[in-house]
């Protein structure tokens, strides 16, 4: 198994190691193949879609390598429904470029599964599963976080502009480079183009950030679901996740514009990303 090797096996989770590197399986899996984008400092086996994902570099250059049709510890689908998702993918990465999405290179069918490789980007995950980075996270001034903020509407308004919605969209979605002041989006597995339609009742995503609409099956999503995406971005970095004003760090005026979005009326809504950034920008006040 190269040097993808099998060491024990803990309640049907298995733990090997490449380039020195620990991650654990379902059950064993050769991935051999990887040396191919370079040699391995990182491995994150613990998201739920079927994927499991290396940081490699090879050449002096770092890659993001997206790996479908292994046993993975935290999935219960099979791999040819994994196979068949990630390679989905391929055509919104290749649609949405954008200075704030990570930068796809390519992808190929490999060791019995399908890979996707994208540059490397430098940050830390804001999203709550990964504790240590988001305590880093909500511990920027707010200044800093608004820039954040601004990246998300921009890359939201993107991809309206292209005929897409966002789902399964969350502060988990996204890296922060603390150096740089970069925001790069990471996650668009599940954007779907318009028209579309709710064909699953409770969809992908973390329910703090999904609208009323993405838990009733036959529901129009769309650009004013994406609104209430906005709004509950806007909450979980100024609002700890709370539509409660005693715990808001802005100003009351930008709390309105948040709290408006994230009506579970969609009439009520801003009826557009373009709106609430008007809203938005109006209310700011430094």
């Not at 990887?34 to 994150?44: A, D, L, P, T």
């Not at 996650?187 to 973390?206: A, E, H, T, V």
């Amino acid at each position: 198994m190269s040097n993808s090797i099998p060491t024990e096996n803990i309640q049907n989770k298995y733990s090997q190691y490449i380039d020195g590197i620990p991650f654990k399986l379902k059950a064993p899996f050769d991935f051999g193949f990887i040396g191919r984008y370079g040699k391995v400092f990182k491995v994150f086996d613990d998201q739920d879609s079927g994927n499991i994902c290396f940081g490699t570099e090879k050449n002096g250059q770092k890659f993001f390598v997206k790996f479908a049709g292994a046993p993975t510890k935290e999935y219960n689908g099979t791999a040819e429904e994994a196979i068949k998702r990630l390679k989905s993918t391929l055509p919104i990465y290749e649609h949405l470029k954008h200075k704030n999405l990570i930068e796809f290179v390519s992808a190929e069918e490999i060791g019995g599964g399908f890979a996707m490789v994208f540059k490397w980007a430098d940050g830390d995950c804001a999203g709550r599963q990964y504790p240590e980075a988001h305590r880093k996270f909500a511990a920027l001034p707010n200044e800093a976080k608004l820039k954040v903020f601004s990246d998300v509407l921009e890359f939201l308004a993107h991809i309206n502009s292209q005929g897409y919605v966002a789902v399964d969209f969350y502060d988990g979605s996204i890296l922060c480079d603390y150096e740089s002041g970069k925001t790069t989006v990471c996650d668009i597995d599940l954007f779907q183009k318009k028209p579309y339609i709710n064909d699953m009742g409770r969809m992908w995503g973390s329910a703090k950030f999904m609208s009323p609409e993405e838990f009733e099956r036959g529901a129009v999503i769309d650009k004013i679901t994406n609104v209430y995406t906005a709004g509950a971005f806007a909450f979980a970095l100024f609002g700890r996740y709370e539509r409660n004003f005693e715990k808001w760090s802005l100003s009351k005026e930008l709390f309105d514009v948040a709290l408006k979005a994230v009506s579970d009326n969609r009439d009520e809504r801003q009826q557009s990303i373009k709106q609430f950034i008007e809203e938005w920008e109006a209310a700011i006040v430094f």
